[in-house]
């Protein structure tokens, strides 16, 4: 399983923008990179997903190295609803085993 | 929403007792995964399936067992349980075929307590 490094925390403050890193030297040609959140006392939630161009959705963006060889995943304005822990797996076409690392804390300071 | 639910949602047992958790989703999905999460850390994969009666072992499968005989339940057992099982389980479902498209849903989680 290609594997993904992040950092274990970040702090931001409220209505500022956050970009949280994640490298995956390792990723081949077919995998996806996924975000997903886990805000606290709950299960994961999927946050935004791509391949190879920059991603927009109504929670984040996602900007994809030229060599995706790293991502980040950008909150345009945290709010304290932000606050949470932010996993980036890569899933690829081929197998369905899915692994998570220890993802990056993310602190909102009002 | 996929509509994942888990069973039962909190529970106590004793060490050495049989402890089985559901997961159950409406949608139809092909893969289904087990997920242990303590305290301060990630998710670890536990077992996953691609099909009925298809699973596979994940990163820590040791003194766990599961079972899908139906497409919308998943099963997780824990044959003996032991203290170091206390965590929180989370199941999560996935749409096939297996697109790096496809996105994964999560339920709720179980919290298990081992004394």
């Known amino acids: 399983d290609a594997k993904t490094t992040q950092p274990n925390s970040m702090e931001s403050n409220e209505e500022e923008p956050v970009h949280l890193p994640c490298n995956h030297s390792?990723?081949?040609?077919?995998?996806?990179i996924h975000w997903y959140r886990q805000l606290p006392s709950q299960g994961p939630e999927y946050v935004i997903h791509?391949?190879?161009s920059n991603v927009n959705n109504r929670m984040a963006s996602l900007a994809i190295a030229e060599d995706r060889k790293s991502s980040t995943l950008i909150l345009h304005r945290a709010t304290l609803r932000d606050a949470a822990v932010y996993y980036c797996?890569?899933?690829?076409?081929?197998?369905?085993?899915?692994?998570f690392g220890e993802g990056t804390q993310l602190t909102v300071n009002p | 929403d996929a509509g994942i639910t888990q069973s039962p949602r909190h529970k106590v047992t004793e060490t050495g007792t049989p402890v089985t958790l559901r997961c159950h989703q409406t949608?139809?999905?092909?893969?289904m995964y087990w997920y242990r999460q303590d305290p301060g850390h990630g998710l670890r994969l536990i077992h996953y399936?691609?099909?009925?009666?298809?699973?596979d072992k994940g990163e820590v499968s040791d003194g766990y067992s599961v079972s899908r005989s139906k497409t919308e339940d998943f099963l997780l057992t824990l044959e003996s349980a032991t203290s170091s099982q206390t965590s929180v389980y989370f199941c999560?479902?996935?749409?096939?075929?297996?697109?790096?498209?496809?996105?994964?849903?999560f339920g709720a989680g179980s919290r298990l307590t081992v004394l």
């Open positions: 797996i890569l899933k690829g076409s081929s197998g369905s085993r899915l692994t």
């Open positions: 390792t990723i081949s040609g077919t995998d996806y």
């Open positions: 791509g391949l190879t």
């Open positions: 949608e139809n999905h092909r893969y």
């Open positions: 399936s691609y099909g009925v009666k298809d699973t």
């Open positions: 999560a479902s996935l749409w096939g075929p297996s697109s790096g498209a496809n996105v994964l849903t």
